[in-house]
């Protein structure tokens, strides 16, 4: 059963936590913005696996100009812990700009 819960930016500011929006186990996406290069796609899956394992199928924009690229992929997370794990080791792959 999967509970699809939209976190409400209103909440985030008025200090609600987003562990505290979250009903675990659930499913969450990152975008990862990045210098566009071929393998960032392959970087993101690579650095996704090392915290769940799973089969991803993410999907690449390239942006209007062609010098970024945004990398979408959804996880099934079981805890906090991996989020905030996922949003640190993300942020730190090569020619990542932010991580959403």
């Given amino acids: 059963m ?13 200090n609600k936590k ?4 979250l009903e675990f186990p659930c499913d969450f996406t990152f975008k990862v913005v990045g210098a566009a290069r071929a393998d ?6 690579q650095t996704v696996h090392k915290t769940i394992k799973g089969d991803y199928t993410p999907t690449m924009k390239e942006s209007g100009k062609g010098t970024y690229h945004s990398v979408s992929i959804k996880v099934r997370a079981d805890n906090i812990e991996q989020i905030e794990t996922l949003y640190k080791t993300l942020a730190e792959i090569k020619g990542v700009r932010m991580v959403l």
Avoid: Q, S
Avoid at 18 to 21: Q, R
Avoid at 40 to 45: E, G, S, T
């Fill in 2 to 14: 999967t509970h699809d819960k939209t976190v409400n930016l209103t909440d985030l500011v008025h």
């Fill in 18 to 21: 987003l562990k505290d929006l």
């Fill in 40 to 45: 960032l796609i392959d970087d993101v899956v």
